[in-house]
């Protein structure tokens, strides 16, 4: 999934060994960041008015930043993928039914 290899990335940058299971704030907070990722690559691509953050490299700069904190104010509100994410994430740590091999059956 796109999700792990980003979570993974979050996860390491965060100081997290990957290779044991992540504590659940560890998790809600990379998928929180996760969240803000996505929205500000979707901010992104919305342009603001003519002026409204001033022209040139400055206007450039500043507009970024708007999109970026509006992204993690957006996240930090909820859009609801962050929970998905975890949702998703807890049903991969659960081992499934059909994986489960009983005694004596071949």
Partial sequence: M?????LTYLLQNKGVETTSKPP?????????EFEALFLYEILKQIPLRD???G???GGEVYEGLFKM?????LAR???GLKEMILRNLKQLE???ADNKTTSGEL
Wanted: no cysteine; net charge neutral.
């Fill in 2 to 6: 796109i999700y792990d290899s980003l």
């Fill in 24 to 32: 659940e704030r560890v998790m809600e907070k990379a998928a929180t």
């Fill in 51 to 53: 002026g409204m953050m």
């Fill in 55 to 57: 022209k040139g490299l």
């Fill in 69 to 73: 904190e509006l992204s993690r104010e």
């Fill in 77 to 79: 509100r909820g859009t």
């Fill in 94 to 96: 659960q081992p499934s």
